[in-house]
């Protein structure tokens, strides 16, 4: 038997997760040994409660509740608490202490990034993410080092597991969000508040990660543009079918110009969004994850997989671990991120793209034409309004509307030519002071075409 060196690794957080880590890294332990040339040894496993049965995968010799002695005594530290603190505080501490450290957690790494790689690079360390976003999907690694020699043009992922399955079931089944919602919570996709689901903040997050890596640059969380999918309409996804689009919450990193000025910079970007049926994030179903990579060189690529759940999700930490693990025994210091292209990140008014907006309107004479002509004064080119569907006379007019005699009222779906953002809002606050339109039922961008 061959006399390894050991690695003392430190597991903070024994959820769905860390729970999985633990036991993999013990039942692939001589594995990991010959693939490594080092034995990882599993030094401890922090925990907030030692009374939790956390099944026979996690041995209870190995919990503590003292974090940071854990911390301090070790080559690798692998965070999976999530949240901001003490995560943060307990990765600085563990850079600080000259260990490599592997997370998982795309909120800490969306706020303080810019901090925990600037610490890793100064004491020669490395921090690891794969996990971070698409789960098990290998997406983090492809970016920065498969892809780091190409130019990425775009990415348009679906990396919100909850929000896919919520859209794909009112796409199926002809569900509305709320039901689609309450069928995701009982299979425990949601999280217990799905708030950060549905309003696309765990997707933003995951959105200024991917570009910044894309593009080799920082990416702050407040400069992703956001959208959820709650104001999606079981209508909407209905509309979007008959005209050959699925509806699906994208999170978009583009290299764009500036409309105004020709420089150059990047978007990154959340919302839900019109891509082709034949597109292949299309047939991305269910609560699974794929992230579409368009580079100058390598052309299309598609990463496709489980985007969560704890042993998929674990199968990427391990990923890390070999990594950091081999480093750890040629030795030499981390490899820095690389994020000196210094790109400005445009807000989303520059942003092009083209639009099908759904209109309740008048059911009277020129009301068409008005319409059209509020398209055009704001430079926004029709391409075609594509459904008119006369409602009953009472259908959703409320009182004032009923005051204001309007008769009865059809809905409009009026497809755009590419048009900026700027132009396009500035024509929807138009179409919704207009004496002709009943209400602005949804505005979608169609991407992928
Ligand atoms: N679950 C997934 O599918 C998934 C996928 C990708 C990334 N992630 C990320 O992985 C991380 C872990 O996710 P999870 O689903 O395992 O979460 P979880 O809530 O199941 O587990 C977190 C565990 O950490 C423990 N914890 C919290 N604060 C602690 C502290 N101060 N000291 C000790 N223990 C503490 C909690 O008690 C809990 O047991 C998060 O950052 C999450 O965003 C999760
Ligand atoms: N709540 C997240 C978990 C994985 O990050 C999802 O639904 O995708
Ligand atoms: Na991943």
Redesign the pocket.
């Known amino acids: 038997m061959i006399d390894y060196r050991t690695l003392r690794i430190a597991l903070?957080?024994?959820?769905?997760?860390?729970?999985q880590v633990a036991t993999l890294l013990l039942e692939h332990s001589d594995e990991l040994a010959q693939r490594v040339g080092a034995r990882l040894v599993l030094s401890g496993i922090?925990?907030?409660?030692l009374e939790t049965d956390r099944g026979p995968g996690v041995p209870r010799e190995l919990l503590t509740?003292d974090?940071e002695e854990l911390i301090v005594g070790s080559d690798i530290v692998i965070?999976?608490?999530?949240?901001i603190t003490?995560?943060r505080e307990y990765i600085l501490l563990a850079l600080r202490s000259g260990a490599d450290v592997i997370?998982?957690?795309?909120?800490?790494l969306a706020t303080h990034g810019p901090e925990l790689f600037d610490l890793a690079q100064q004491v020669g360390a490395q921090l690891y993410y794969e996990?971070?976003v698409g789960?098990a999907i290998p997406i983090i690694r492809p970016l920065r080092d498969s892809l780091a020699g190409d130019r990425v043009q775009r990415i348009l992922g679906i990396v919100n597991g909850t929000t896919n399955y919520i859209l794909d079931r009112m796409d199926r089944g002809g569900d509305d969000l709320e039901s689609a919602l309450a069928a995701a919570t009982e299979l425990g996709y949601a999280e217990a508040d799905p708030t950060g689901d549905i309003e696309g903040y765990d997707a933003a997050q995951k959105a200024a990660i991917l570009a910044g890596l894309a593009f080799h640059t920082t990416v702050p969380i407040a400069s992703v543009y956001r959208e959820g999918i709650t104001g999606v309409r079981a209508e909407d996804v209905e509309a979007a079918r008959k005209a050959g689009y699925v509806v699906k919450l994208l999170a978009i990193c583009e290299r764009i110009t500036d409309p105004e000025t020709g420089s150059e910079g990047v978007s990154a970007r959340v919302y839900p969004a019109l891509i082709p049926r034949d597109h292949p994030l299309a047939a991305v179903r269910g609560a699974n994850n794929a992230v579409f990579v368009e580079a100058e060189a390598a052309g299309s690529l598609m990463f496709y997989g489980a985007?969560?759940?704890?042993r998929?999700?674990a199968s990427a930490v391990l990923g890390d671990l070999v990594s950091a693990a081999r480093r750890h025994v040629i030795g030499g210091p981390g490899v820095a991120e690389s994020t000196q292209a210094d790109l400005p990140v445009f807000d989303i008014g520059k942003v092009s793209t083209r639009y099908r907006v759904s209109l309740s309107v008048a059911d009277r004479p020129g009301v068409l034409a008005q319409i059209a002509r509020i398209f055009s004064d704001h430079g926004v080119s029709v391409e075609a309004v594509e459904q008119s569907v006369p409602n009953a006379p009472s259908a959703g007019i409320d009182a004032a509307e009923r005051r204001s005699g309007v008769e009865g009222t059809a809905t409009l779906v009026i497809g755009t030519h590419t048009a900026t953002e700027a132009a396009l809002s500035a024509t929807v606050a138009a179409l919704a002071g207009s004496e002709s339109v009943v209400a602005v039922q949804s505005v979608l961008r169609v991407e992928g075409e």
Request: glycine letters at 28%; a negative charge.
């Open positions: 903070l957080g024994a959820g769905s997760v860390g729970s922090a925990v907030r409660d509740t974090a965070e999976l608490m999530g949240g003490p995560a997370t998982g957690n795309k909120a800490l996990a971070a789960g985007g969560a759940g704890g998929e999700t």
